[in-house]
């Protein structure tokens, strides 16, 4: 008996512990209604909003979302097509068209849903012994028949530069460690750390008619992440 | 005891036979970085790149009986309606849209596009 009392307590003290610890978490359906009711198949990419200080962050950042979002079983309309088609519609500025009626984009394309994302971030910033590389998304899925938001989400990558934390060799591993972040924060690496900040929300978006996951995840939990605004 | 060696041998066959013909959802053949190069040079060479990455994917898929990935089959054909190859461009539209009945509505106002573009050609 006197054992039994011992393991209650440790485990509904590990209990408190453990949930005091974990966010809070949401199901896809209560987080994100609107993508069980409507069921967009198909999604149209809109050229990205540019809110960083890196003027070609928009092209290169548009080149890294449309592969995941198809292995999530979304048809994603080609983006150099459709890029170029906006283009000549005189459509550039993303911005413009978010408060905008989204059925135009229904009639045009055939497109069920439209994705806006956000740059918030695409910088590195440098301090004295660090430097931290970002690159910070935001993103939402708007229905194109009821211009209603289906699913929103941000995703956030930070990656220090300085090789861990390895600070040893005085001066010389400084100059060493500044060299290193020069040659490090090739725009390239800024599309490898757009991956993982994709991959972070893309994997929260309820899946789309190819995947075979298709309106089957509706309680899958999820980390309540959703902007503040 | 040997019975039981039998059957961990059938399970553990199970298991890897499951996990042998497990195939890929798509085959993209660097479809990213290759668009990437594209935006980031936009020349003569990334364009080359390009048309071979998207005939890539579509052999590996075709390959290995999986479906072509959203896309690829549409830009092929834009490449092609760039220059004024309009029934190769029709060919990879109307793939496009065999495959995803999502893409009709588009598919169709370019294929219309490349048959006006068919007809001027042959007017001239």
Known sequence: MKTFLKYLIISVSAFVVLTGCTPKMVTKAEAFPGMYNEKPRSLLVMPPINESTAADAKDYYATTIEVPLAFHGFYVFPYELTSDVLKQQGIYDSEL???MPLNKFYEYFGADAVLFTKIKKWD???????????????AEIKSTRSSQVLWKYNGTVVVDL????????????L????????INTAAADYTTYAKQANGRFVGSIPYG????????????QLVDQTPAD | MKKILMTMLAVAALLMSGCAGKKPMYEYAGYSESFYNLKQNGDAQATERWKTTLEESIE??????????PGVNANLGYLYLKINSTDKAIFYFEAEKKLYPESTVFMEKLIKKAELMKESKGNS
Do not use: C, E
Not at chain 1, 127 to 137: D, E
């Open chain 1, 175 to 182: 100059i060493a460690n500044a060299v290193a972040t020069a």
């Open chain 1, 97 to 99: 068209l978010y408060d």
């Open chain 1, 124 to 138: 590195t910033s440098y301090m004295v012994l660090a430097s931290n590389l970002t690159v910070s998304i935001d």
């Open chain 1, 209 to 220: 008619y190819y995947h075979p996951g298709y309106l089957k995840d509706q309680q899958v």
């Open chain 1, 162 to 173: 300085s090789g861990g934390g390895n600070s040893g060799g005085g001066l010389a591993g």
């Open chain 2, 60 to 69: 590996l898929s075709n390959a290995q009986a999986i479906r072509i990935p």
